[in-house]
């Protein structure tokens, strides 16, 4: 797998081209090539630095391509509102 190369290019790319460029129809299959890469080494180690431009590359092209995402929901328990009330008057 060339994730390494695939993946910089990848995400030079999608900070270089203009938003009309980013749609283009082999801007899209590079980033399906990237996640097919991700797929097929899931099972091995590779190296960190790789994997982040990556990752940050297809992250840039959700981005730029179908907005922000959503927050991600909080795991820990919603405070009762007297506890929060209490907690900003002090």
């Known amino acids: 797998m060339r994730i390494?190369?695939?993946g910089h290019a990848f995400e030079f790319l999608n900070i270089a081209l203009s938003d009309e460029e980013l749609?283009?129809?082999w801007v899209t299959r590079a980033a399906m090539h990237l996640l097919d890469c991700f797929e097929k080494t899931?099972?091995?180690d590779l190296e960190c630095g790789a994997l982040y431009h990556a990752a940050h590359g297809l992250d840039l092209y959700r981005t730029r391509r179908f907005g922000a995402r959503p927050p991600?929901?909080?795991s820990e328990p919603a405070k009762p509102a007297a506890e929060t009330a209490a907690?900003?008057?002090q």
Do not use: G, K, L, M
């Open 42 to 44: 899931q099972d091995f």
């Open 72 to 74: 991600i929901p909080s």
């Open 23 to 25: 749609r283009e129809p």
């Open 87 to 89: 907690a900003t008057s």
């Open 4 to 6: 390494s190369t695939t």
